[in-house]
């Protein structure tokens, strides 16, 4: 069975930094595209980041210049770095996966909770 356990979160001063980890097991992980989305009280889940199988990466917007999403196939995690961080970066952030052999074979994380307030 496919497991993606979030780790990291927590509460943060604005400007200040968070690294979150996703661990997988249960799969083959260099196989699968792995991202970062969020979502935040009465606000739709939006992507935040994503890293291909084969290394590429892609942000949103809001974020760009201030995280970066990065993969450790040996150790099956994927890692969020994100500095310079704001209030309304504060969400549940969650792990994503999806194959690139079938796109229908996808996954999620429970989530771990980033709060940016003074």
């Known amino acids: 069975q496919v497991q993606l356990v979030e780790s990291g979160g927590g509460l943060v001063q604005p400007g200040g930094s968070l690294r979150l980890s996703c661990a997988a097991s249960?799969?083959?992980?260099?196989?699968?595209?792995m991202g970062w989305y969020r979502q935040a009280p009465g606000k739709q889940r939006e992507l935040v980041a994503v890293i291909t199988s084969g290394g590429t990466t892609n942000y949103a917007d809001s974020v760009k210049g201030r995280f970066t999403i990065s993969r450790d196939n040996g150790k099956n995690t994927v890692y969020l770095q994100m500095n310079s961080l704001k209030p309304e970066d504060t969400a549940v952030y969650y792990c994503?996966?999806?194959?690139?052999?079938?796109?229908?074979?996808?996954?999620w994380g429970q989530g771990t909770q980033v709060t940016v307030s003074s």
């Open positions: 994503n996966a999806r194959s690139v052999t079938n796109y229908l074979d996808e996954h």
């Open positions: 249960g799969t083959i992980f260099s196989m699968y595209h």
